[in-house]
């Protein structure tokens, strides 16, 4: 079973999909996707479903989503070819014979039972933290690589289109954070590597689409002064300046502050490798 969660919601056993069209189905199918192989309880799908307000009849109306979604599986099992297009997803243990085996009921909730290496959100963990380790130990390009395969995995905002509640919600926020720290450590080693050209276009969109993000705003300033165009890092950063102070109140903090005024004299350090803000401007 592949399930897929970085992007519009998806699920499929071989070619089949069992995603269910109605909206409460949908987020069942989601909450205990995101928990491949864990028990979810009845009480956070109910707080899921219906929040604070319940209705009496919330566990025989959750059952009723529960079977709905084993009556797709089952119709995947009757159906499926095996047809794996991501190495790294295990098909259904062989015990798996029967959509109860797929979709359990355990003492107090449901359980999804296939590997959690199954979702596109547990692979894109598991490669951005090898990145991230492969940086810590000094292996930029391999670090970056990794890094690259896991935003790759990337189809859009998580869940897309599926409405969360209060649980959904802090998965999807938790998710997101992820996403930008790999966001912020790809770039950085691309910085590291040289490779400010390559990324400029990336860094110019994103810092569009976060007009507060101070950190992906250096990285740009710095991209666009090595690439010869130090007017428009410094525009950059004034347009920074300009929205901090007028919806927050803020100042730009002093580490980009320092690379503002680097760029305006032309520091030599800001030509070498290095990271949004280089070392030896950071150590001064």
């Given at each position: 079973m592949e399930i897929a969660l970085l992007g519009p919601l998806g699920a499929r056993i071989g070619q089949s999909s069992v995603v269910p069209s109605a909206a409460k189905p949908r987020k069942v199918l989601a909450l205990l996707g995101l928990d491949c192989g864990r028990p979810v309880s009845v009480s956070v799908l109910v707080d899921e479903l219906w929040g604070d307000r319940p209705p009496r009849s919330a566990e025989a109306t959750l059952h009723t989503y529960v079977k709905q979604l084993r009556r797709l599986?089952?119709?995947?099992l009757d159906s499926d070819v095996p047809s794996w297009s991501v190495p790294e997803v295990a098909p259904l243990p062989a015990q798996a014979v029967g959509p109860r085996d797929v979709l359990r009921r355990v003492p107090g909730g449901y359980l999804l039972d296939v590997p959690a290496a199954s979702t596109d959100a547990a692979r894109f963990e598991r490669l951005a933290t090898a990145g991230r380790h492969a940086l810590e130990a000094g292996m930029v390009?391999?670090?970056?690589?990794?890094l690259v395969r896991a935003l790759r995995l990337w189809r859009g905002p998580v869940l897309a289109d599926v409405e969360p509640g209060f649980v959904l919600r802090s998965e999807v926020l938790r998710l997101?954070?992820?996403?930008?720290?790999?966001?912020?450590?790809?770039?950085?080693?691309?910085?590291?590597?040289?490779?400010h050209r390559a990324v400029l276009g990336e860094l110019a969109?994103?810092?569009s689409r976060f007009p507060l993000h101070e950190t992906l705003h250096a990285q740009l300033i710095l991209a666009l002064h090595r690439c010869g165009r130090s007017w428009q890092a410094l525009e950059t950063?004034?347009?920074l300046h300009r929205t901090l102070v007028d919806e927050m109140g803020l100042e730009p903090s002093p580490r980009l502050q320092e690379l503002h005024a680097a760029v305006l004299r032309g520091d030599p350090?800001?030509?070498s490798g290095g990271t949004s803000l280089p070392r030896p401007l950071a150590a001064r």
């Open positions: 599986i089952a119709h995947a390009a391999e670090g970056c690589a990794l997101d954070e992820l996403r930008m720290a790999a966001f912020e450590e790809r770039f950085d080693a691309e910085l590291r590597l040289g490779r969109s994103l810092a950063f004034r347009t350090a800001l030509e």
